[in-house]
């Protein structure tokens, strides 16, 4: 059997999709994202490691998940 197959088999289960509320990180959720960030080294501006510069993306995100990670995305 081929795995697109089961992937694809039984996907409409899934429709509609319904979204689920994630709530915005605390301040400690965010320090410890930016320093798995840079220990993976996918933040690597110096000023990163600073605490004004963990501040700064801790304010630019507003502490939202997905808005930090898009922050600190290198595309």
């Not at 039984?10 to 410890?32: A, C, K, M, R």
Request: hydrophobic share 30%; aromatic share 12%; proline share 7%.
């Amino acid at each position: 059997m081929h795995p697109l197959y089961c992937i694809s088999k039984g996907w409409e289960d899934f429709d509609p999709f319904v979204p689920v509320h994630i709530d915005n990180y605390t301040s400690l959720e965010v320090q410890t994202t930016i320093d798995y960030f840079l220990d993976r080294r996918w933040l690597q501006h110096p000023k990163a490691k600073s605490e004004e510069g963990r501040l700064e993306l801790e304010y630019l995100s507003t502490k939202n998940p997905l808005t930090l990670m898009k922050l600190c995305n290198s595309r």
